[in-house]
């Protein structure tokens, strides 16, 4: 079996401690959401294994043994809430074999520092939830997290969350996600950032054209806008968000972070509100 290659980035899974995929780009078809704990190496090559009948009852054996295991843990990979262990002791009495327990680890949870100063936010500043997105207009995952998720996540922890927009525009299979994210950083100079991305993610279409009627849609003085286009006045911030975004390991838009922990993808409402009220909670290591 030829050796499996290493990639720069994908989490791992909080339960199993197995690497999770996630795609180069942004997937056709997402995995049901989770919190990752961490960006690291992981394979990527399925192998196919021919089993032999006995080899594949003692396969079934081990699943069943392992999904045993799993159905004793709730989704952060702890022990069930009331739930009290069988010991040893009672085991034997019940006329049941004595088996030891097996050692499970406490799950391992990484925080990234994001820097949130000098870029777009939305929300107040001392927010005790940060959530830094890093993005592209163009993206078709982005453009549905936006218009499924974006409002009613705000609404649900109003005064509580400071929202970061960074670019991450993926230029090799969007050709207009660059100059949309140019036109936006213009049109915040003016004061209408969040209006101006609000109209890019809700269009059919990106193109010069599009830039320069929403900013004359939302009164914008022309002259200053499209020189600042022309100019590419924010071209090289955006590369270095970008720079910062794939040196750090992301590789697929959206991606997440809250607090410092990673979500990829666009993820339901629900996932992120499981994340968030167990970190207002302290559920999570600081």
């Given at each position: 079996m030829p050796p499996r290659k290493k990639k720069n980035i994908e989490p791992t899974d909080e339960l199993t401690g197995e690497p999770v995929i996630a795609p180069v780009i942004e997937p056709e078809e997402l995995p049901e959401g989770?919190?990752?704990?961490?960006?690291?190496?992981?394979?990527?090559?399925?192998?196919?294994?021919?089993?032999?009948?006995?080899?594949?009852?003692?396969?079934?054996t081990v699943l069943a043994f392992a999904a045993g295991i799993l159905l004793g843990y709730v989704v952060w990979g702890m022990d069930s809430p009331g739930a009290t262990p069988l010991s040893a002791q009672t085991a034997s009495q019940a006329g049941g074999p004595v088996v030891e327990a097996p050692v499970t680890q406490q799950p391992q949870y990484t925080r990234y520092d994001i820097p949130t100063e000098n870029f777009y936010a939305l929300g107040p500043a001392d927010a005790p939830i940060t959530i830094v997105e890093f993005s592209d207009f163009e993206c078709p995952f982005c453009?549905?997290?936006?218009?499924?998720?974006?409002?009613?996540?705000?609404?649900?922890?109003?005064?509580?969350?400071?929202?970061?927009y960074r670019n991450l525009p993926l230029t090799s299979i969007?050709?207009?996600?660059?100059?949309?994210?140019?036109?936006?950083?213009?049109?915040?100079?003016?004061?209408?950032?969040?209006?101006?991305?609000?109209?890019?993610?809700?269009?059919?279409?990106?193109?010069?054209?599009?830039?320069?009627?929403?900013?004359?849609?939302?009164?914008?003085?022309?002259?200053?806008?499209?020189?600042?286009?022309?100019?590419?006045?924010?071209?090289?911030?955006?590369?270095?968000d970008s720079d910062f975004a794939i040196n750090l390991?992301?590789?697929?838009?959206?991606?997440?972070?809250?607090?410092?922990?990673?979500?990829?993808?666009?993820?339901?409402?629900?996932?992120?509100?499981?994340?968030?009220?167990?970190?207002?909670?302290?559920?999570?290591?600081k």
């Open positions: 989770q919190l990752l704990e961490n960006l690291g190496p992981s394979a990527t090559q399925e192998d196919t294994v021919t089993f032999k009948r006995s080899h594949f009852y003692a396969v079934l453009r549905r997290w936006h218009a499924e998720v974006y409002k009613p996540l705000l609404a649900a922890y109003p005064g509580k969350i400071k929202l970061v969007h050709p207009d996600a660059l100059a949309a994210a140019e036109a936006a950083m213009c049109a915040g100079e003016q004061d209408v950032y969040w209006k101006y991305t609000d109209n890019l993610f809700s269009s059919e279409s990106l193109g010069n054209s599009v830039y320069l009627q929403y900013a004359q849609d939302l009164g914008l003085n022309m002259t200053t806008f499209q020189a600042c286009l022309s100019d590419h006045k924010y071209q090289k911030t955006i590369q270095a390991g992301i590789r697929s838009t959206p991606t997440f972070f809250i607090n410092g922990l990673a979500v990829v993808g666009a993820q339901p409402l629900d996932v992120f509100k499981q994340v968030i009220d167990k970190e207002l909670a302290g559920e999570i290591p």
